[in-house]
């Protein structure tokens, strides 16, 4: 059977990860979550302090960083320059800053690149913000997830009083909205439906569900 190119875009919080994993999963395909790619990079600005709006500090760190993937059946590990940074990227510091530095031409020429590469033999399900418009134009299929602000802030409220984090639901949807806003305003590669991309609402569908809707269009495809 052909193995496909899989392109899921859309905003922060509508599950694309969890949904991309499992389905990727199912098919025995490579999941590449091109989110942690921006994120590594952001860690690395962070750390070594790279003023992001010196465009020249920025190109040499884009020239020098290596981020690789190690994509395993349960989980992608995530490594800049050798260092385990798979926990690191998630802290809020990271998710605070990541939306300036993914705007960067620079990043996203850089990290394009490798996403293309990391997709070239198929069977690969890539999720992010422009894989459909920018990185794979010709992805076998395209899938737009989305949901209200108001249920994706939800579902990060609960996933933080799990873990026993303090943050108010206020917050946390004013932060997804602004990070909305920033993703789809920018420059370079704004947060878009590809036109020929299927549009799937999952404000009122669980995870399983949302899988399996993901599916049926996959298996159309797979005819
Ligand atoms: O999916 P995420 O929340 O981990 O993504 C982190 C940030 O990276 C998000 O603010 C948008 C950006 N991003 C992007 O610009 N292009 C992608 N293909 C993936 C993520």
């Given at each position: 059977m052909k193995k496909l190119t899989i392109a899921i875009?859309?905003?922060a919080g509508a599950?694309?990860?969890s949904v991309a994993k499992l389905v990727a999963n199912k098919l025995h395909y490579l999941y590449i979550d091109t989110g942690a790619m921006y994120r590594a990079f952001t860690w690395e600005v962070l750390q070594r302090h790279v003023d992001i709006a010196d465009p020249k500090s920025v190109q040499i760190l884009a020239d020098t960083i290596q981020?690789?993937?190690e994509i395993g059946r349960e989980q992608c590990r995530v490594y800049v320059n050798q260092i385990d940074v798979t926990d690191a990227i998630r802290t809020s510091e990271v998710s605070s800053h990541v939306s300036a530095v993914a705007a960067l031409a620079v990043v996203r020429q850089k990290l394009v690149q490798l996403?293309?590469?990391?997709a070239t033999s198929g069977g690969v399900i890539l999720d992010g913000r422009d894989i459909g418009t920018v990185v794979?134009?010709?992805?076998?299929?395209?899938?737009?997830?989305?949901?209200s602000v108001h249920s994706r802030a939800?579902?990060?409220?609960?996933?933080v009083r799990e873990r026993n984090e303090r943050e108010t639901l206020e917050h946390i949807e004013a932060a997804i909205a602004s990070r909305d806003y920033m993703d789809s305003h920018r420059d370079i590669s704004p947060l878009k439906q590809a036109d020929d991309a299927i549009?799937?609402?999952n404000s009122e569908l669980n995870?399983?569900?949302?899988?399996?809707?993901?599916?049926?269009i996959i298996e159309a495809r797979r005819q």
């Amino acid at each position: 059977m052909k193995k496909l190119t899989i392109a899921i875009d859309g905003p922060a919080g509508a599950g694309k990860s969890s949904v991309a994993k499992l389905v990727a999963n199912k098919l025995h395909y490579l999941y590449i979550d091109t989110g942690a790619m921006y994120r590594a990079f952001t860690w690395e600005v962070l750390q070594r302090h790279v003023d992001i709006a010196d465009p020249k500090s920025v190109q040499i760190l884009a020239d020098t960083i290596q981020i690789r993937l190690e994509i395993g059946r349960e989980q992608c590990r995530v490594y800049v320059n050798q260092i385990d940074v798979t926990d690191a990227i998630r802290t809020s510091e990271v998710s605070s800053h990541v939306s300036a530095v993914a705007a960067l031409a620079v990043v996203r020429q850089k990290l394009v690149q490798l996403q293309r590469e990391m997709a070239t033999s198929g069977g690969v399900i890539l999720d992010g913000r422009d894989i459909g418009t920018v990185v794979l134009p010709d992805a076998d299929v395209k899938i737009f997830l989305t949901a209200s602000v108001h249920s994706r802030a939800m579902r990060r409220y609960l996933e933080v009083r799990e873990r026993n984090e303090r943050e108010t639901l206020e917050h946390i949807e004013a932060a997804i909205a602004s990070r909305d806003y920033m993703d789809s305003h920018r420059d370079i590669s704004p947060l878009k439906q590809a036109d020929d991309a299927i549009l799937l609402d999952n404000s009122e569908l669980n995870l399983e569900e949302t899988a399996a809707a993901l599916m049926k269009i996959i298996e159309a495809r797979r005819q």
